[in-house]
């Protein structure tokens, strides 16, 4: 239960995290920014989440 208790907030501060970067690459595009950097740390959160989502679904079978 505790397991699936952290890992459910990892994975909201995943998706926090990918909400604000997306925003913040959003305006960099914007303003004709580097948006590189932006987009390798949304690659990075997308392995994230989806290893987080496939622990939680491995803890329920």
């Given at each position: 239960m505790l397991v699936r208790k952290t890992l459910e907030g990892k994975?909201?501060?995943a998706k926090s995290d990918y909400v604000r970067i997306q925003g913040d690459m959003d305006k960099?595009?914007?303003v004709k920014g580097r948006v590189s950097a932006?987009?390798?740390q949304l690659i990075r959160l997308?392995?994230?989440i989806a290893?987080?989502?496939k622990r939680l679904e491995e803890l329920a079978d």
């Open positions: 994975l909201a501060e960099l595009e914007y932006a987009e390798e997308e392995k994230e290893e987080i989502n």
